[in-house]
């Protein structure tokens, strides 16, 4: 059974850092595109950063730019979201993700997603 299982979620003061890790499991994922969403109360899911496959190019989301870093470790079958600079608006419920999306920004082109972990900045 293919599983995706995030971590490292929390409650933190503005200014923090955090670092989320997703864990998969069934099968390797080296050769797909591995991704972090996030979902806010009320809002829809968004991308929040990507790691590409087969480039190992990079795409990060305009809010979270300079602040947030997505991190693979292929041989261990783990990504990494290490989030640096947390403000209010950074909380949601964070999901991984991975497939083989044309387009990284949407959700539809995602095979796999973890059950989401809570992260809560406060002011």
């Known amino acids: 059974q293919v599983q995706l299982v995030e971590s490292g979620g929390g409650s933190v003061q503005a200014g923090d850092s955090l670092r989320l890790s997703c864990a998969a499991a069934g099968r390797s994922f080296s050769v797909d595109t591995l991704a972090w969403f996030r979902q806010a109360p009320g809002k829809e899911r968004e991308v929040v950063a990507a790691t590409i496959w087969g480039d190992g190019s990079t795409y990060y989301a305009d809010s979270v730019k300079g602040r947030f870093t997505i991190s693979r470790d292929n041989a261990k079958n783990i990504m990494y979201l290490q989030m640096n600079r947390l403000k209010p608006e950074d909380t949601a419920v964070y999901y991984c993700?991975?497939?083989?999306?044309?387009?990284?920004?949407?959700?539809?082109?995602?095979?796999?997603w973890g059950q989401g972990t809570q992260v809560t900045v406060s002011s």
């Open positions: 993700a991975a497939g083989r999306p044309a387009n990284v920004i949407p959700r539809t082109g995602y095979d796999f």
